[in-house]
C-alpha cells in the first residue's frame, strides 16, 4: 500500500492534518498512536540515510563473509569519530548506536536517520530556507518543503511480526551462539512463546510506548549477560529472545537480503542540549547485502538511474503504510505564520549565535 500524501498551504491547516492523523485509529484506546516528523526542504528528498547515499556497497565476501565495505564505512567514520570528540562528550555512549546518534546530529554519515517527537521542530526544518539569511532565492524558489509522518509502534511491530514467522532467520540469528540441538529446540520454543506480543503488552495506560524500543538498553542488557545469555534465551528467564534478534540485525549489522526488513525506531538517551531540544529519535537501518558487489538486480539499478534510492524508507513494502508526506503549499506563508506565533531556529539550535541572529533578522525571506 503506497504511503499517504497530503497538501496543505497553511500553519493552522498542518496542525490540523496531524492530529487527524494522529486520532485516525484511536478505537477504544486512551491516547492516540506516537507520531514521529522529519522536515525536508525539498519533497524529492528520499528517507534514506546518509551513510547509503555513498559508493560503499554490501555485498557478501568469499566463504560468505558478512563484513562488507559497507561495514567498513560505518567503523572508521566511527572510530576517527570518537577518537576525535570523546573529550567533548559529558556522559560515555554506551554502545556504537548511541555514538550514530551523536555523530549523524553533527553531520557525519551514518545508517541512522534522525526524526523528532515534534510535528513543529520538523516544519522548522522543513521551512529553514525561509528563516535562514545565508539561503539564496533561487534556493527558495526551488523550495516544495515537506513534512514526513511516521508510526513508529505500527512499523516496528510488523518487524517483530515478520521476526516471529521467519524460522529461518531466526535460526541463523542464533548461530553465532554454538548451540546444541536441544538449547536450539527450546529458544526456538521461546520465541514462539514470546511471539504472543499481546501477553507482554503493558496496560491501557502506556499501550501508545508498545513496540518503541531503546536498542542502546538492549545492547547493555546483552552485554551485562553475554557469558549467561544463552541459559537466558533458552528458560526465558528475564531476557525478551526478539530483543536479541533485534540487537544481532540492527546494532551488530547482520547482512539481510535486499531490504528484506524495514529500519527499527528507537529512542536513545539524549547526549546534547541540540538532540533534546529537538525531540530526537531515530530509525537504525539494516546492512543490506546486494547480491553481488558492484552490481545490483535490474529493478534497483533501473531506479538508482533515476536518481531514486531503492534503499529509502518509502521504497520498503513494510513502512509505506505507516508513513504520510505532508507537502507544504505556500511556504513563506506558513513560515511567516510561524514566526508570528514564536516558533523560529532558535528552537532547533538552542546556541547563542542563533539567539544572536533571531535577535538581529526577525524576518522571513
Known amino acids: 500500500m503506497p504511503f499517504e500524501k ?11 492534518t496531524v492530529a487527524a492523523l494522529g486520532e485516525k485509529d484511536l478505537k477504544n484506546r486512551l491516547q492516540p498512536d506516537i507520531l514521529w516528523f522529519r522536515g525536508h526542504s525539498n519533497a524529492m528528498y528520499t528517507l534514506a540515510p546518509s551513510l547509503f547515499r555513498t559508493t560503499a556497497e554490501a555485498g557478501r565476501g568469499k566463504h560468505g563473509i558478512m563484513y562488507t565495505n559497507l561495514h567498513y564505512a560505518e567503523d572508521i567514520r566511527a572510530q576517527h569519530y570518537i577518537a576525535k570528540n570523546f573529550h567533548l562528550i559529558s556522559t560515555e555512549p554506551a ?38 539569511k545565508r539561503a539564496t532565492d533561487d534556493l527558495r524558489k526551488q523550495c516544495v ?5 511516521l508510526k513508529p509502534g505500527m512499523l516496528n511491530r510488523k518487524i517483530l511480526d515478520f521476526l516471529k514467522t521467519n524460522k529461518n532467520l531466526q535460526q541463523a540469528l542464533l548461530s553465532d551462539l554454538s548451540l546444541s540441538a536441544a538449547d536450539k529446540f527450546l529458544i526456538m520454543e521461546k520465541l514462539e512463546e514470546f511471539g504472543n506480543w499481546s501477553q507482554y503488552s503493558e496496560t491501557r495506560e502506556t499501550r501508545h510506548l508498545d513496540y518503541i524500543f531503546n536498542l542502546s538498553s538492549i ?22 529472545p526478539y530483543f536479541y534478534l533485534l540487537a544481532r540485525i540492527y546494532s ?26 529537538q525531540r530526537g529519535v531515530f530509525s537504525i ?22 536518481g531514486i534510492n531503492p534503499d529509502a524508507m518509502e521504497r520498503n513494502a513494510m513502512a509505506e503504510e505507516c508513513l504520510c508526506q505532508i507537502v507544504i503549499q505556500r511556504p513563506q506563508k506558513v513560515a511567516l505564520e510561524m514566526m508570528k506565533n514564536g516558533m523560529n531556529d532558535s528552537w532547533l539550535y538552542p546556541e547563542m549565535p542563533v539567539v544572536s541572529s533571531e535577535i538581529e533578522n526577525h524576518r522571513i525571506y
Open 6 to 16: 497530503k497538501v496543505v498551504d497553511s500553519l493552522g491547516a498542518y496542525l490540523d
Open 95 to 132: 554502545s556504537r548506536v548511541e555514538w550514530l546518534e551523536i555523530m549523524q546530529h553533527h553531520q557525519t554519515n551514518t545508517r541512522a536517520l534522525d526524526w523528532s517527537e515534534s510535528s513543529v521542530h520538523s516544519l522548522l526544518f522543513a521551512l529553514e530556507p525561509f528563516f535562514e
Open 145 to 149: 518543503p515537506c513534512v514526513w509522518v
Open 219 to 240: 545492547n547493555d542488557e546483552i552485554l551485562r549477560d553475554r557469558s549467561r545469555i544463552r541459559e537466558l534465551l533458552r528458560t526465558g528467564d528475564v531476557m525478551n
Open 252 to 277: 551488530d549489522g547482520y547482512l539481510l537480503p535486499d531490504h528484506q526488513l524495514p529500519p527499527l525506531c528507537v529512542v536513545q538517551p539524549y547526549h546534547s542540549e541540540r538532540i533534546k531540544a
Open 285 to 306: 537501518f539494516p546492512f543490506y547485502e546486494r547480491k553481488n558487489v558492484g552490481e545490483e538486480n535490474t529493478e534497483d539499478a533501473v531506479l538508482r538511474n533515476y
